[in-house]
């Protein structure tokens, strides 16, 4: 049983923008599984499909009065 691998490239536009972390997901485990750094791999053949989300931390600016 081949089963197939890829690493999941993200392309941000513009390429300035500030992403913050990204994370993976994939609406079905039991069909491929991906990791944290967007590595994929199938598990069984079927249909699933992974999301790239984008968080970034908020910061609280100190303002002096």
């Not at 390429?15 to 485990?29: C, K, P």
């Amino acid at each position: 049983l081949l089963l197939h691998e890829a690493n999941l490239g993200v392309t941000v536009i513009p390429q300035n923008a500030n992403v913050g972390t990204l994370s993976f997901e994939t609406s079905d485990e039991s069909v491929a599984t991906v990791n944290s750094k967007g590595y994929a791999a199938a598990v069984i053949r079927g249909k699933c499909v992974v999301t790239v989300l984008s968080r970034v931390t908020e910061t609280k600016l100190l303002r002096k009065k």
